[in-house]
């Protein structure tokens, strides 16, 4: 079967020929039908050897959907030629956090040489992949595997992190999304269908705001020097109650931290390398939290998808050969992707 596969680190990824696996004990073999491509896909592809605990080679691709193509014979729980979403963050499977299904914050994380399909184990951007058991699968019945695909990283990593603010976001609150890429416009859909508050956006494109608008954003500015008062001026007055930041750069900290109200809370999903300086007495807005949501869980992978099913999820994708891999992959580095890139075995 093909795969794109990372042989050398620091090296671009390299299609191969790999024999097609066959599921053993309780592992379910899936036919890959779509594979979306992640900014943590580059961040792997870029890593200087003994950064990650990884051992090469592996199969990239964490962000998987297909169908059941095989049973190994103690396998249960799924059926052959079943639509399913790769469950992606793989944890130990036997601490507390991995048996209630937060696999993404596994107490022994830091022992294991991977952290799941496409992290270490081989993933899908390939013709077939290999799970460990149905744990690792949730029904994408009544979805496109392009639309479902990107529930499994984008999706649930957005639907966490806003799961996490809930509590803040009520009627007449206020939400600030910034950066409306692939996982962005999934949040504002999120937000839009599962808190009344006010949602405003905040991004360095206009085709971004655009989409934002497209996903039910109230209001969408462009990032600039008064953006902070422009938000605050949007939002009623008082700052925002929640920021969620899916860029993490020290620019978009300092706009986050000046947006909020007092008793607000920033979620830092971004991996843009950016640093906050948090000093008491200073400059934060009192009873100021901060979190660093990783992911999701299993069960929230399940509330995700539910709520694509109702319609109340569209992901904007940009479909790609998995041939085409090496292409997408620099459109994505170049910024140059719509909503999210997935690729599709052809
Ligand atoms: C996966 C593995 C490691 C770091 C970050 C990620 C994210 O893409 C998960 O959403
Ligand atoms: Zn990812
Ligand atoms: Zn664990």
Redo the contacts with the bound molecule.
């Keep these: 079967m093909r795969a794109v596969r990372l042989t050398v680190w620091g090296e671009p990824p390299v299609p191969a020929d790999v024999e097609r696996p066959v599921p053993h004990g309780a592992q379910v073999l899936v036919r890959v039908e779509a594979t979306g491509l ?4 580059l ?2 592809i870029d890593a200087a050897p003994g950064v990650l605990p990884y051992r090469l080679p592996f199969t990239l691709g ?2 998987v959907a297909g169908r059941v193509a095989a049973l190994g014979p103690d396998a249960d729980g799924v059926d052959v030629d079943e639509p399913v979403v790769l469950y ?2 793989w944890g130990c499977g036997a601490c507390g956090r991995c048996a209630a299904g937060w696999d993404n914050y596994c107490d022994r994380r830091d022992t294991l040489p991977w ?2 399909a496409g ?1 270490g184990r081989d993933g899908g951007m390939a013709d077939y992949v290999v799970v460990p058991s149905a744990r690792q699968l949730v029904s994408a019945d009544g979805l496109t595997a392009e639309q479902a695909a990107p529930l499994s ?2 999706g ?2 957005s639907y966490h992190a806003v799961s996490g603010l809930r509590h803040t976001l009520g009627e007449g609150a206020t939400a600030v999304v910034i950066g409306i890429g692939g996982l962005g416009h999934l949040a504002v859909q999120i937000l839009r269908a599962t808190t009344a508050c006010r949602v405003l956006a905040v991004d360095v494109r206009e085709e971004a705001l655009a989409l934002a608008e497209r996903s039910g954003a109230d209001f969408g500015t462009l990032l600039r020097a008064d953006t902070a008062r422009v938000l605050r001026t949007r939002g009623g007055g008082a700052g925002a109650d929640a920021v969620l930041d899916f860029v993490g750069t020290t620019d978009t900290l300092a706009l986050a931290t000046g947006v909020l109200r007092p008793g607000g809370e920033l979620a830092v999903v971004g ?1 843009g390398g950016g640093s906050l300086t948090v000093t008491k007495p200073g400059v934060l807005p009192p009873g100021f939290r901060l979190s660093l949501p ?2 999701g869980p299993r069960p929230q992978l399940a509330e995700v998808v539910a709520l694509a099913r109702s319609g109340a999820l569209h992901v904007e994708t940009e479909r790609f050969p998995l041939s085409a891999a090496p292409e997408a992959i620099d459109r994505l580095r170049r910024g140059r992707v719509r909503g999210r890139a997935v690729l599709v075995p052809d």
């Design positions: 992640c900014h943590s896909d961040h792997v964490h962000e992606g963050p952290h799941g992290l990283d984008a649930l990593t991996s990783f992911w």
